[in-house]
């Protein structure tokens, strides 16, 4: 607040008037009438719209028409460097049968215009079909005979090659892999559908584009995000040079967006990354180190206390050799980094709770994380509390998977998944994420799903498990405060308080209050970093 009676004798760069805020600084929430000055990209001050124009002047004021101010979207969770390069490749979200995923890949290929080069894409589920059967390789090779294909599942655990890709990796024939499988036809040929493992064996030889390619699709991605409200994204899991990349286009000047960058632990970027150490920057966090223990539900890779309902002779895979596991903790803890740890299925759970346990030894401040968390055995809740473990969901999984997910689980399970009211109740916080591209990039459904647990198009009519939904506080929160709080961010972004960056994103509606079926229809209107508007819809 401010209390001035010099008339406009402060100077601001910048000046938001004529708007109500929800300021999300850890009080209750409610819309306040507030104008903000800004100096040097940070908020100095806060107040009633006669107190701050009075006090202060600059060339720079913006009547926001009494549009709502929140502190800028954080994504708890996603994949801002695989959504980037994703916008390179042919895009399968959404599609509603084999046969439209083969012709969009015949497209792209056709408008790509060469006819040597591998073809990849993502976001094909066949639980969306009306066979949900995993396709095969057949009509693949059909059309690209000579040609590398590799197209993965929506969830990236995933993928379908062709037998050329399949060639050229030397997966030709069928044999069991460490953490992941391969899928065979009825002859005991590759079905060319590649599970977790597996599908990492293929991609090591897909040729990645070079740092030209790679830093260009940062540059043009970060609109996407802007334009939907996020002004931080957590990119969870990067090579220690993707890292750099972006710090480099940072301090440039070109990336504008903040990263927390949660390095991959995966070998040998995690001993490049013991190496570098944890470090920060105003607009780069690299301080964590994401570790993965199992894989995906809708693959059947996630680990599971008990066989999955509808394959009772498959549990799933856990990852990690438990003395190395436990032994890479303990370097990340000594070392000083956050830990946090891919995690869907019940066993995996359980098991990173435990070893997180023994390394933390009760409560702390360190932070250390459980990414989606979601299938949870009740008996393990208090597990995150004894070592302060934070859980961190994605809540559009739920209304993505809920169509199948019962299949998987069976009907006694599913009760223990998605639940993010469980879940908020470990800590009193719950951070939100998107898991971009898996999800759709956009907050606006992370927080429709975590409140009214319904898809875009409204079903189940009544919500789904809706005694696990978020209450809208909870779900704003944990798109600003409670993700900056997990991020080590809450000094810096996540609420409107002064001294905080200017991180805001500007809708046209309260979403404490507005309609459950106007919700999705919020408009961004626009979206300022630091100060600086990044998006503005109202030109």
């Not at 040998?268 to 301080?287: K, V, W, Y």
């Not at 639940?419 to 800590?427: C, E, F, G, S, T």
Request: net charge negative; glycine share 8%; hydrophobic share 40%.
């Amino acid at each position: 607040m401010v209390y001035g009676c010099n008339f406009k004798s402060r100077k601001a760069d910048l000046i938001l008037h004529n708007a109500v805020a929800i300021t999300c600084d850890g009080q209750p929430l409610h819309a306040t009438p507030m104008a903000i000055a800004i100096v040097d990209g940070r908020i100095v001050a806060t107040g009633p719209e006669r107190a701050i124009l009075n006090s202060f002047r600059a060339e720079k004021k913006i009547d926001l028409q009494h549009a709502v101010i929140y502190p800028g979207f954080i994504d708890a969770h996603a994949h801002f460097t695989g959504y980037a390069l994703s916008l390179l490749n042919v895009d399968l979200v959404g599609t509603k049968s084999y046969k439209e995923v083969l012709d969009r890949v015949v497209s792209f290929s056709e408008n790509q215009g060469q006819t040597n080069s591998w073809i990849t894409g993502r976001g094909w589920d066949e639980n969306d079909w009306a066979s949900s059967e995993y396709p095969t390789l057949i009509e693949l090779d059909e059309l690209f005979p000579d040609r590398p294909v590799a197209i993965r599942r929506i969830d990236g655990h995933a993928l379908l090659a062709n037998s050329a890709a399949l060639r050229i990796a030397g997966m030709t024939s069928v044999r069991d892999i460490k953490g992941g499988e391969m899928l065979s036809l009825k002859d005991g040929s590759p079905s060319g559908v590649l599970i977790d493992g597996a599908a990492d064996s293929l991609l090591s030889v897909i040729p990645t584009p070079n740092d030209s390619i790679k830093s260009a699709a940062l540059i043009k991605a970060q609109y996407d995000l802007f334009a939907v409200g996020l002004t931080t994204v957590v990119d969870a899991g990067l090579d220690v040079s993707d890292i750099m990349r972006i710090d480099s286009l940072q301090r440039t000047g070109d990336l504008l967006i903040r990263v927390v960058a949660m390095s991959s632990g995966t070998s040998p970027n995690l001993e490049a990354t013991f190496r570098q150490g944890p470090f920060r920057s105003d607009r780069l966090i690299a301080q964590s180190i994401k570790f993965y223990m199992d894989g995906s539900l809708g693959s059947r890779g996630a680990a599971l206390l008990k066989p999955y309902s509808d394959r009772p002779s498959h549990s799933g895979f856990i990852f990690q050799d438990s003395s190395e596991f436990l032994s890479n903790l303990q370097t990340a803890y000594d070392l000083g980094f956050q830990v946090a740890t891919h995690c869907i299925g019940d066993s995996a759970v359980r098991n990173v709770l435990g070893f997180y346990n023994q390394i933390l030894d009760g409560p702390n401040d360190k932070r250390w994380r459980i990414e989606h968390a979601q299938v949870v055995h009740p008996s393990d809740l208090p597990l995150f509390t004894s070592a302060s473990i934070l859980p961190s969901v994605q809540p559009t999984h739920a209304t993505s998977d809920m169509y199948w997910a019962g299949e998987r689980l069976g009907r006694n399970r599913i009760r223990h998944a998605y639940a993010y009211r469980d879940l908020q109740d470990v800590l009193g916080i719950l951070p939100l994420g998107t898991d971009m591209p898996i999800e759709d990039i956009d907050p606006r459904k992370t927080f429709y799903a975590a409140t009214i647990r319904k898809d875009s198009k409204g079903y189940p009519s009544d919500g789904y498990h809706l005694d696990q939904s978020l209450d809208r506080e909870s779900a704003l929160y944990g798109m600003t405060l409670w993700s900056a709080i997990a991020n080590f961010q809450e000094e810096e972004v996540g609420s409107i308080e002064v001294g905080k960056w200017a991180d805001f994103v500007i809708l046209d509606r309260n979403l404490l209050t507005a309609e459950p079926d106007k919700l999705l229809d919020a408009k961004i209107l626009r979206t300022f970093v630091a100060g600086v508007q990044t998006y503005n819809s109202t030109k």
